[in-house]
C-alpha cells in the first residue's frame, strides 16, 4: 500500500532539492567567513579590472580632445581623479559584494535547514 504523505513529502523535497542545488552546495562548501572573503576578493578583482577599462576609455578621450599635445598640468589632473576614482570604485564595489554574499549564505543557510528539517519528518514517517 502506497502512503500517499510519504510520496507527497518525498516529491515535495525532490522538487526543493531540483531547484535549489546550487544554493546548497555553496554553503555546504564554505563556512561563511571563507565563503564572504571568497566573493569579496572576486569583488575585488572584478572592479579593478572594470575601473582599468574607465581609465583606458579617459586616455582615448583625453588624446581625441587634445590631439596636438597634452599639457603636463591635464595629466596630474586627470593621474589624481584617477586614483580617486579607483579607490571609490573599489571600496563601494567590495563593499556591497561584501554585503550581498553575506545575504546570499544567510539565505542558502536558511534553505539547508529547512530541507534538514524536511528530511528528519521525512525519516520519521518511515519509522
Given at each position: 500500500?502506497?502512503?500517499?504523505?510519504?510520496?507527497?513529502?518525498?516529491?515535495?523535497?525532490?522538487?526543493?532539492?531540483?531547484?535549489?542545488?546550487?544554493?546548497?552546495?555553496?554553503?555546504?562548501?564554505?563556512?561563511?567567513?571563507?565563503?564572504?572573503?571568497?566573493?569579496?576578493?572576486?569583488?575585488?578583482?572584478?572592479?579593478?579590472?572594470?575601473?582599468?577599462?574607465?581609465?583606458?576609455?579617459?586616455?582615448?578621450?583625453?588624446?581625441?580632445?587634445?590631439?596636438?599635445?597634452?599639457?603636463?598640468?591635464?595629466?596630474?589632473?586627470?593621474?589624481?581623479?584617477?586614483?580617486?576614482?579607483?579607490?571609490c570604485h573599489v571600496y563601494f564595489?567590495?563593499?556591497?559584494?561584501?554585503?550581498?554574499?553575506?545575504?546570499?549564505?544567510?539565505?542558502?543557510?536558511?534553505?539547508?535547514?529547512?530541507?534538514?528539517?524536511?528530511?528528519?519528518?521525512?525519516?520519521?514517517?518511515?519509522?
Open positions: 500500500m502506497i502512503d500517499t504523505r510519504r510520496t507527497r513529502q518525498m516529491t515535495r523535497m525532490a522538487l526543493y532539492e531540483q531547484s535549489e542545488t546550487e544554493d546548497y552546495r555553496l554553503v555546504a562548501r564554505h563556512d561563511k567567513k571563507s565563503y564572504v572573503r571568497l566573493w569579496t576578493f572576486v569583488c575585488a578583482v572584478l572592479s579593478i579590472i572594470v575601473s582599468l577599462f574607465y581609465i583606458v576609455g579617459m586616455l582615448c578621450l583625453i588624446f581625441a580632445l587634445h590631439p596636438e599635445g597634452i599639457s603636463t598640468i591635464v595629466w596630474i589632473l586627470f593621474g589624481v581623479i584617477s586614483v580617486i576614482a579607483l579607490i564595489y567590495v563593499k556591497y559584494g561584501k554585503i550581498r554574499a553575506e545575504k546570499r549564505y544567510d539565505r542558502c543557510k536558511q534553505k539547508n535547514d529547512y530541507m534538514e528539517d524536511q528530511y528528519k519528518i521525512l525519516d520519521e514517517m518511515y519509522q
